[in-house]
């Protein structure tokens, strides 16, 4: 069952994101060589209690952890280590919280200091392909709208989706319903309607598409060894468009977001 938040709901579930994108902005800021991903694991941890909030993933069919780091190859769900960050490594953080009953989820990925050319251009292409998913979440659209976007992006800019992993439905769980695919033809699945909260979040490769899942059970990783980037968003589908609610300090629409991930 989709649900359709009022706007009450949509209020606490703003509070709850802006936690988790408080927190993830600082992470991003401390991720540099040196530093291991089981400091950033702490150090979230820290912040998100601090503020009141639960970290949503620790616990979570038995994750050990506050957030989900992985590094170069690593696609998402990596668990963190002592293994210290290097330069020319990119690292994607992956973190929601629980404060008020209501769930909050947002995903990054940084380079530790200079990195190849490709990741670069890797990481540009996956943040800017979540805002083109973003922009075309409206009431009438369909859930596969998002998917196509994304997936054309991508691909146009030789690069592969991620087609084992999906984007979800977050409200007083942290999965809902619909699953959002980041593939796939438009037109198709549930029409979107105001007051349903999304979690937006391409996951994609430099090389090929597929993955395989590390003994661990936990870590997913790219079968060729290419790299991997995942970015994410919360938003919330506004009468006009959606709002997103995982930008730190700030509430916008559809077009300055937009504007936003275009730069």
Not at 61 to 74: D, I
Not at 88 to 103: K, P, V
Request: charged content about 20%; aromatic content about 4%.
């Amino acid at each position: 069952m989709i649900v359709c938040r009022s706007s009450v709901e949509v209020e606490k579930l703003r509070r709850v994101n802006q936690v988790v994108a408080r927190v993830l902005a600082e992470l991003r800021r401390m991720a540099a060589p040196g530093v291991t991903t089981e400091d950033i694991d702490r150090e979230a941890e820290r912040q998100v209690r601090a503020a009141g909030a639960v970290p949503a993933f620790k616990g979570y069919h038995g994750y050990p952890a506050t957030v989900c780091v992985s590094v170069n190859e690593q696609v998402v769900h990596g668990i963190p280590s002592a293994r210290p960050l290097i330069e020319g490594d990119i690292l994607s953080i992956d973190m929601g919280a629980q404060l008020d009953g209501y769930f909050g989820d947002c995903a990054v990925t940084v380079p530790i200091g200079r990195v190849s050319p490709e990741a670069a251009k890797l990481l540009r292409v996956t943040e800017d392909a979540l805002f083109k998913g973003i922009e075309v979440v409206k009431p009438g659209a369909r859930v596969s709208d998002i998917g196509a976007a994304v997936q054309g992006y991508v691909e146009a800019n030789g690069f592969s989706v991620v087609r084992e992993f999906v984007g979800h439905g977050i409200g007083t769980s942290l999965h809902e319903e619909p699953q959002i695919a980041n593939y796939g033809p438009a037109g198709r699945g549930p029409r979107l309607a105001e007051g349903m909260a999304l979690a937006i979040e391409p996951m994609v490769n430099a090389g090929k598409a597929a993955v395989k899942v590390l003994a661990d059970g936990w870590t997913a990783v790219t079968r060729d060894g290419s790299l991997s980037a995942h970015f994410e968003h919360t938003v919330v589908v506004t009468a006009t468009g959606c709002d997103i609610l995982t930008l730190a300090g700030e509430t916008r629409t559809t077009g300055q977001a937009l504007a936003m991930g275009d730069r």
